[in-house]
């Protein structure tokens, strides 16, 4: 089955750039999903196909996706983006919906 | 603004049926799918299966042989049955709304689930 693979964490300053890693075989393929989970709450989309973002999530989140990884981007980290981060994707030949095993981004 | 809410036991015993409702409001249960994910504690989401309003099914091949979905448009709720659960299958139990296209645009909050006798 399609496999989804993030880095298990990854640390910024506030107001720098935090950029969190998913890689897939040929993902760039796929459309790819992002969703933020803070502790005790459900996962939140904040980006969807590779790119795009529902409203009410802020500029500072962009996303990319090409070749073997995927990139979601967080500009100008604040504190408040402190969470689990989690990829997910469609794979089209086990009809099955896949999710990347999280990246728990610090703001350091 | 649509709202998903979570509802059934919160404890269920080893070989018996775990049994959750998901109820939708601020918006018709119509033309979308609807997913059921899991979380057990400390690790990652995994999807269980989806139903469409028309109630067709798909389901993660791993759980198949145990999971049924079902929907009921009158009362805008749709349904996850687990047979035969094990301690494995303890988990915060999701539903959330699918666009046509693969991704879940609203989350339930969530319902904890604990498999023990």
């Known amino acids: 089955s399609y496999v989804l693979t993030q880095p298990p964490s990854v640390s910024v300053a506030p107001g720098k750039t935090a950029r969190i890693t998913c890689g897939g075989n040929n993902i760039g393929s796929k459309s790819v999903h992002w969703y933020q989970q803070k502790p005790g709450q459900a996962p939140v989309l904040v980006i969807y196909y590779d790119s795009d973002r529902p409203s009410g999530i802020p500029e500072r989140f962009s996303g990319s996706n090409s070749g073997n990884t995927a990139t979601l981007t967080i500009s100008r980290v604040e504190a408040g983006d402190e969470a689990d981060y989690y990829c997910?994707?469609?794979?089209?030949?086990?009809?099955?919906?896949?999710f990347g095993g999280g990246t728990k981004l610090t703001v350091l | 603004q649509v709202q998903l809410q979570e509802s059934g036991p919160g404890l269920v015993k080893p070989s018996e049926t775990l049994s959750l409702t998901c109820t939708v409001s601020?918006?018709?249960?119509?033309?979308?799918?609807w997913s059921w994910i899991r979380q057990p504690a400390g690790k990652g989401l995994e999807w269980i299966g989806r139903?469409?309003?028309?109630?067709?099914?798909n389901y993660n091949p791993s759980l198949k042989s145990r999971v049924t979905m079902s929907v009921d448009t009158s009362k805008n709720q749709f349904s996850l049955k687990l047979s035969s659960v094990t301690a494995a299958d303890t988990a915060v139990y999701y539903c959330a709304r699918e666009p046509v296209a693969y991704y879940f645009d609203y989350w339930g909050q969530g319902t904890l689930v604990t498999v023990s006798s």
């Open positions: 601020g918006g018709s249960i119509s033309s979308y799918y």
């Open positions: 997910q994707v469609w794979d089209s030949s086990s009809d099955l919906v896949v």
């Open positions: 139903i469409y309003t028309s109630g067709s099914t």
